[in-house]
């Protein structure tokens, strides 16, 4: 295959950034999208120029790590795949393929593709866990869980925090992540004791990254490599609004 | 050096029992007085972090990741064992332990395994209670699955992903403790030297990937959990960030390597589909349950579409050869026989490496719509990557680097020969022996992390009282300035060629003479040919850009270089293992039927090796390994 890449260059958060354009010849339909990106950056080191950066590490659509925005969807044209997944046959012979990182206020560009995606660790650090000591928990059948229920709990673990769903959304909101992790613990006996405040703390810890708020638009589901379901967010602002009601009552 | 295992007395069903109660503690109050160092924030590093933090000591932890969660513990699939017992089928902790060293082929340490056995039902109960969502019958309790070398149903699972779900649980308590203040995470650290002071590991140099920085962290004690060296051979199933450099610059200031040559090729990967291949892909083995492999048994039809040959010119060879297992031959055995079959010039597919896993038969059998139920997932993600529709047209896979048995050894209380220098999970050696079964990476991670380094490090602590060094002092600096003229190095090396290419090469190199199967002098040829890269390294490499940002070449060169020397250590073990046992195949010692031979007499040791300086032979020495409890016996699947 030949290609034509149109791709964001930046050196730093604070520098400029512009678009580049790369020729790219003899592209095997069977090369995994980053694949590609290795092949142009050989290329570029031949030429004496400094290779793109992007983000990958496990190639394999489950460590999150991989982004990128190929001709404007998050993770690029084929549903329910990461980046490092889409496959180059996909693409036409003779495309120009844009790519860009991750847009987001809350998701600073590191270099290049690639940005900063911390805040979705602070997200989780403000109440997306369980407070469980190590070795003080009681027998893993004392407590019996429904199979309907762990399974939807499973639905919601299955997020692996790429931020495709921010990058997807208007307006830059982390409700589709946050939800997916709220949702998770708060769907079991063991998330209980702890679920009001999970989801006030985690929520605050949005805003306070720079998250915009959620319209209800749906791009996040649409772009999500897991198919994470927007009745997570539903879910979410049940359970805020109890959890607020009940701070406002006590 | 000296190798001094430091197994408690007593029987093996009391050690660790009694180990604890003669180790020493520190109160709760004097904990904070006492800094840790964690690399790595996988199953081990990150249930280390969590639960060492939550103790009270100041815990700093690293990782080379945006962030601890993307560790690649992450994509285990299978699930985790525990001998819990829940089904009633027989299983105990005595059967877990005596299943694990047989399946370790008898190349392990049995008081480390029986430990392993005995905190497995824990790890199941700790991670329940953080919320993982393992898998549940309908009457709500949990359900489990069988897993090769196996009789009992022991495997945990939440669906393909326990790892990640896994992970996620250690991830959660981790941030639980990053927020409380009492963990700090250091992410896109990448750490570069340990730094030993009068002879004990009080601290680590590593460089901040993003601005370039290279900073010194001083401490009480150094644990290190930095995964496997599977990535040596370039192409794995590994992350592609995995590496051997923080391992292996232990190694160089002292931490005894152990059994380099033991690495694990699963069988079940997805074909290599052209040079521009940067990672391989694991498929299930519980495929086998429903797939049929065979290859054609004319080398004359294997250009032919599958659908063109008939059943009677199809050789089923696991059927053939291992009639009692069929296709749910152990791991080991699987890979080696596809290997003989592209070897013979029957392989399918690109290169010709690469045999069939039929559904046909399955599907004729129970419906296209079970299978679909059943393995849905992994075709869509076969049909992803290759393009092909394997209802209609049968897979084809070929075995790939998958794991890794060998690492740093590490004694009963999981201590290097390096003082003060711990190794948790994937990075140590201890428990696997030469295979390791499926489903116990995750129990072994998790069970160093959360129940074992926590009573050890303790006992460490404890005996040498607290005073981590001041990170600027002179060592510390002396450590500083050979990591920074390093990096400076590779940034003015004035060549053609990329690290990448240098470290393909050196993948070519191990799988074509320290893949599958070994010999003397393929081995002796194998270690020429990579001196010969390592000086070409030396003369001809490329790294672009400057040391004070993002430079993804920079890294590279870093582990590429690493790499080559540990890749020359590991055929120098693979060569002096003069025997063939679990996932080592020396063809020298071989059946008429091709089957593994063990030399019990010769090599019952674990081998461990000195590093004496660069350029230097390293020298190899022998933990003898003891077996009290179990009978050593061959290994048969027929």
């Given at each position: 295959?030949?290609?034509?890449?149109?791709?964001?260059?930046?050196?730093?958060?604070?520098?400029?950034g512009q678009f580049e354009?790369?020729?790219?010849?003899?592209?095997?339909e069977?090369?995994?999208?980053?694949?590609m990106?290795?092949?142009?950056?050989?290329?570029?080191?031949?030429?004496?120029?400094?290779?793109?950066s992007?983000?990958?590490d496990?190639?394999?659509?489950?460590?999150?790590?991989?982004?990128?925005t190929?001709?404007?969807?998050p993770?690029?044209?084929?549903?329910?795949?990461?980046?490092?997944?889409?496959?180059?046959?996909?693409?036409?012979?003779?495309?120009?393929?844009?790519?860009?990182?991750?847009?987001?206020?809350?998701?600073?560009?590191?270099r290049?593709?690639?940005?900063?995606?911390?805040p979705?660790?602070?997200?989780?650090?403000?109440?997306?866990?369980?407070?469980v000591?190590?070795?003080?928990?009681?027998?893993g059948?004392?407590?019996?869980?429904?199979?309907?229920?762990?399974?939807?709990?499973?639905?919601?673990?299955?997020?692996?925090?790429?931020?495709a769903?921010?990058?997807a959304?208007?307006n830059?909101?982390?409700?589709?992540?946050?939800?997916?992790?709220?949702?998770?613990?708060?769907?079991l006996?063991?998330?209980q004791?702890?679920?009001?405040?999970?989801?006030?703390?985690m929520?605050?810890?949005?805003?306070?990254?720079?998250?915009?708020?959620c319209?209800n638009?749906?791009e996040?589901?649409?772009?999500?490599p897991?198919?994470?379901?927007?009745?997570?967010?539903a879910?979410?602002?049940?359970?805020?609004?109890?959890?607020?009601?009940?701070?406002?009552?006590? | 050096?000296?190798?001094?295992?430091?197994?408690p007395?007593?029987?093996?069903?009391?050690?660790?029992?009694?180990?604890r109660?003669?180790?020493?503690?520190?109160?709760?109050?004097?904990k904070?007085?006492?800094?840790?160092?964690?690399?790595?924030?996988?199953?081990?590093?990150?249930?280390?972090?969590?639960?060492?933090?939550?103790?009270?000591?100041?815990?700093n932890c690293?990782?080379?990741?945006?962030s601890?969660?993307?560790?690649?513990?992450?994509?285990?699939?299978?699930?985790?064992?525990g001998?819990?017992?829940?089904?009633?089928?027989?299983?105990?902790i005595?059967?877990l332990?005596?299943?694990?060293?047989?399946?370790?082929?008898?190349?392990?340490?049995?008081?480390?395994?029986?430990?392993?056995?005995?905190?497995?039902?824990?790890?199941?109960?700790?991670?329940v209670?953080?919320?993982?969502?393992?898998?549940?019958?309908?009457?709500?309790?949990?359900?489990?699955?069988?897993?090769?070398g196996?009789?009992?149903?022991?495997?945990?699972?939440a669906?393909g992903?326990?790892?990640?779900?896994?992970?996620?649980?250690?991830?959660?308590?981790?941030?639980?403790?990053?927020?409380?203040?009492?963990?700090?995470m250091?992410?896109?650290?990448?750490?570069?030297?340990?730094?030993?002071?009068?002879g004990?590991?009080?601290?680590i140099?590593?460089?901040?990937?993003i601005?370039?920085?290279?900073e010194?962290?001083?401490?009480?004690?150094?644990?290190?959990?930095?995964?496997?060296?599977?990535?040596?051979?370039?192409?794995?199933?590994?992350?592609?960030g995995?590496?051997?450099?923080?391992?292996?610059?232990?190694?160089?200031?002292?931490?005894?390597?152990?059994?380099?040559?033991?690495?694990?090729?699963?069988?079940t990967?997805?074909?290599?589909?052209?040079?521009?291949?940067?990672?391989?892909?694991l498929?299930?083995?519980?495929?086998?349950?429903?797939?049929?492999?065979?290859?054609?048994?004319?080398?004359?039809?294997?250009?032919?579409?599958?659908?063109?040959?008939?059943?009677?010119?199809?050789?089923?060879?696991?059927?053939?050869?291992?009639?009692?297992?069929?296709?749910?031959?152990?791991?080991?055995?699987?890979s080696?026989?596809?290997?003989?079959?592209?070897?013979?010039?029957?392989?399918?597919?690109?290169?010709?490496?690469?045999?069939?896993?039929?559904?046909?038969?399955?599907?004729?059998?129970?419906?296209?719509?079970?299978?679909?139920?059943?393995?849905?997932?992994?075709?869509?993600?076969?049909?992803?990557?290759t393009?092909?529709?394997?209802?209609?047209?049968?897979?084809r896979?070929y075995?790939?680097?998958?794991?890794?048995?060998?690492?740093?050894?590490?004694?009963?209380n999981?201590?290097?020969?390096?003082?003060?220098?711990?190794?948790?999970?994937e990075?140590?050696?201890?428990?696997h022996?030469?295979?390791?079964?499926?489903?116990?990476?995750?129990?072994?991670?998790?069970?160093?992390?959360?129940f074992?380094?926590?009573?050890?490090?303790?006992?460490?602590?404890?005996?040498?009282?607290?005073g981590?060094?001041?990170?600027?002092?002179?060592?510390?600096?002396?450590?500083?300035?050979?990591?920074?003229?390093?990096?400076?190095g590779?940034?003015?090396?004035?060549?053609?060629?990329?690290?990448?290419?240098?470290?393909?090469?050196?993948g070519?190199?191990?799988?074509?003479?320290?893949?599958?199967?070994?010999?003397?002098?393929g081995?002796?040829?194998?270690i020429?040919?990579?001196?010969?890269?390592?000086?070409?390294?030396?003369?001809?490499?490329t790294?672009?850009g400057?040391g004070?940002?993002?430079?993804?070449e920079?890294?590279?060169?870093?582990?590429?270089?690493?790499?080559?020397?540990?890749?020359e250590?590991?055929?120098?073990?693979?060569?002096?293992?003069?025997?063939?046992?679990?996932?080592?195949?020396?063809?020298?010692?071989?059946?008429?039927?091709?089957?593994?031979?063990?030399?019990?007499?010769?090599?019952?040791?674990?081998?461990?090796?000195?590093?004496?300086?660069?350029?230097?032979?390293?020298?190899?020495?022998?933990?003898?390994?003891?077996?009290?409890?179990?009978?050593?016996?061959?290994?048969?699947?027929?």
């Amino acid at each position: 295959m030949k290609l034509q890449l149109k791709i964001w260059r930046q050196d730093g958060s604070e520098d400029p950034g512009q678009f580049e354009m790369h020729d790219l010849n003899g592209v095997s339909e069977d090369c995994s999208f980053l694949e590609m990106l290795d092949l142009l950056n050989e290329q570029l080191l031949e030429n004496g120029k400094e290779p793109v950066s992007f983000d990958h590490d496990c190639r394999e659509g489950i460590c999150g790590t991989c982004s990128l925005t190929i001709n404007g969807l998050p993770h690029g044209p084929e549903d329910s795949t990461t980046t490092c997944q889409l496959h180059m046959r996909k693409f036409r012979d003779g495309e120009t393929i844009t790519i860009e990182p991750f847009r987001a206020k809350a998701f600073p560009v590191v270099r290049d593709l690639v940005v900063d995606r911390s805040p979705f660790d602070k997200i989780i650090q403000a109440g997306g866990y369980v407070s469980v000591r190590t070795g003080s928990a009681p027998d893993g059948n004392a407590i019996p869980i429904a199979k309907q229920d762990a399974d939807l709990a499973m639905d919601a673990a299955a997020c692996i925090g790429c931020g495709a769903c921010v990058a997807a959304c208007k307006n830059a909101s982390a409700m589709l992540f946050t939800s997916a992790k709220a949702g998770h613990l708060n769907l079991l006996p063991q998330g209980q004791a702890e679920k009001d405040q999970r989801v006030l703390n985690m929520v605050a810890a949005m805003d306070e990254a720079g998250f915009g708020n959620c319209r209800n638009y749906g791009e996040c589901s649409a772009a999500c490599p897991k198919d994470i379901s927007l009745d997570f967010i539903a879910k979410l602002n049940r359970d805020y609004s109890v959890a607020s009601v009940k701070k406002i009552l006590s | 050096m000296i190798l001094d295992a430091k197994i408690p007395a007593g029987t093996l069903s009391e050690k660790w029992d009694n180990h604890r109660f003669s180790m020493k503690l520190v109160n709760p109050a004097n904990k904070r007085k006492y800094r840790i160092i964690v690399v790595g924030s996988g199953l081990a590093g990150g249930s280390a972090a969590a639960t060492l933090g939550e103790l009270g000591y100041n815990v700093n932890c690293f990782c080379y990741q945006d962030s601890p969660r993307r560790a690649h513990s992450i994509a285990a699939q299978g699930g985790i064992n525990g001998s819990k017992n829940y089904q009633n089928d027989g299983d105990s902790i005595h059967r877990l332990f005596y299943d694990t060293v047989k399946g370790g082929d008898f190349r392990s340490r049995e008081a480390n395994v029986y430990r392993l056995a005995q905190v497995s039902g824990n790890i199941i109960d700790q991670c329940v209670a953080q919320g993982v969502p393992f898998a549940r019958e309908y009457g709500g309790l949990l359900a489990n699955r069988s897993f090769g070398g196996a009789q009992v149903s022991r495997t945990f699972y939440a669906r393909g992903q326990t790892g990640q779900q896994l992970l996620l649980g250690a991830y959660s308590s981790l941030s639980r403790q990053i927020a409380s203040g009492q963990v700090k995470m250091h992410n896109r650290h990448e750490m570069l030297d340990v730094v030993v002071v009068n002879g004990h590991a009080k601290g680590i140099i590593t460089r901040n990937l993003i601005t370039g920085a290279i900073e010194s962290w001083s401490a009480d004690a150094v644990i290190l959990a930095t995964g496997g060296y599977g990535n040596a051979y370039f192409l794995s199933t590994n992350a592609t960030g995995c590496n051997v450099t923080a391992a292996f610059r232990a190694h160089k200031r002292g931490a005894g390597f152990a059994n380099p040559c033991y690495t694990q090729i699963h069988p079940t990967c997805i074909p290599v589909s052209g040079d521009h291949q940067s990672k391989l892909t694991l498929m299930s083995e519980s495929l086998r349950n429903d797939g049929r492999v065979w290859v054609p048994k004319d080398p004359a039809d294997c250009n032919k579409s599958p659908d063109q040959i008939p059943e009677e010119a199809r050789d089923y060879y696991l059927e053939r050869k291992y009639p009692s297992f069929g296709n749910l031959a152990p791991r080991d055995i699987s890979s080696r026989s596809a290997k003989e079959a592209c070897d013979n010039g029957l392989g399918v597919g690109p290169g010709g490496r690469g045999v069939y896993l039929d559904f046909s038969d399955a599907i004729d059998r129970f419906g296209e719509s079970m299978i679909r139920e059943r393995y849905g997932n992994l075709f869509q993600m076969y049909e992803r990557i290759t393009g092909e529709n394997a209802y209609s047209r049968p897979m084809r896979i070929y075995p790939a680097i998958h794991y890794t048995m060998g690492g740093l050894w590490v004694d009963y209380n999981l201590m290097s020969t390096l003082p003060g220098c711990f190794v948790l999970g994937e990075a140590n050696f201890s428990d696997h022996g030469a295979n390791r079964l499926g489903a116990s990476a995750l129990m072994q991670g998790l069970s160093d992390g959360y129940f074992v380094i926590p009573y050890t490090v303790a006992n460490y602590l404890a005996e040498e009282g607290a005073g981590a060094p001041d990170p600027d002092g002179p060592i510390f600096k002396e450590a500083i300035d050979q990591v920074r003229e390093r990096v400076a190095g590779y940034l003015s090396s004035g060549g053609k060629r990329s690290s990448r290419s240098y470290h393909k090469e050196l993948g070519h190199i191990m799988w074509e003479f320290a893949g599958m199967a070994r010999n003397a002098s393929g081995l002796q040829k194998a270690i020429g040919l990579i001196q010969d890269l390592k000086e070409d390294f030396s003369q001809n490499l490329t790294v672009p850009g400057k040391g004070e940002h993002l430079n993804a070449e920079l890294e590279r060169a870093s582990r590429t270089e690493d790499f080559l020397d540990f890749g020359e250590l590991l055929c120098r073990d693979a060569l002096e293992r003069d025997e063939s046992c679990g996932g080592h195949f020396r063809e020298e010692h071989q059946t008429a039927e091709g089957e593994a031979v063990r030399d019990d007499e010769n090599f019952s040791h674990a081998a461990v090796w000195e590093h004496n300086g660069q350029g230097k032979e390293p020298t190899r020495h022998k933990e003898d390994l003891h077996f009290e409890n179990v009978k050593l016996a061959v290994r048969s699947y027929k």
